[in-house]
Nanobody, 117 residues
């Protein structure tokens, strides 16, 4: 079982940056695939970025080149560095984890990111 707690959200102007963190508790963080999803008002939750246990990363096309996912297995923490933010990046951002070979099944409570134009 993994518990996830996000932090680092807030209000930022377009073009600005934010860094989200996700602190994980429980065993096995280093073996889990980790990811970020987001959900804007009246929209479905969508994939943002993911990092495998071996630090292979992938991104949604809308954030590639602007966002960077990283993990510190020694600190049981996942990060999302968000640069060149746009108003359309406004959403609640969720951290998620998947056991080896499994689907994303553990979710944090989310952190609000608001980008003003």
């Amino acid at each position: 079982q993994v518990q996830l707690v996000e932090s680092g959200g807030g209000l930022v102007q377009a073009g600005g940056s934010l860094r989200l963190s996700c602190a994980a508790s429980g065993r096995g963080f280093g073996t889990y695939a980790m990811g970020w999803f987001r959900q804007a008002p009246e929209k479905e939750r969508e994939f943002v970025a993911a990092a495998s246990w071996s630090d292979n990363t992938r991104y949604a096309g809308s954030v590639k080149g602007r966002f960077t996912i990283s993990r510190d297995n020694a600190k049981n923490t996942l990060y999302l560095q968000m640069n060149s933010l746009k108003p359309e990046d406004t959403a609640v951002y969720y951290c998620t984890a998947a056991r080896p070979g499994g689907r994303f099944e553990y979710w944090g409570q989310g952190t609000q990111v608001t980008v003003s134009s």
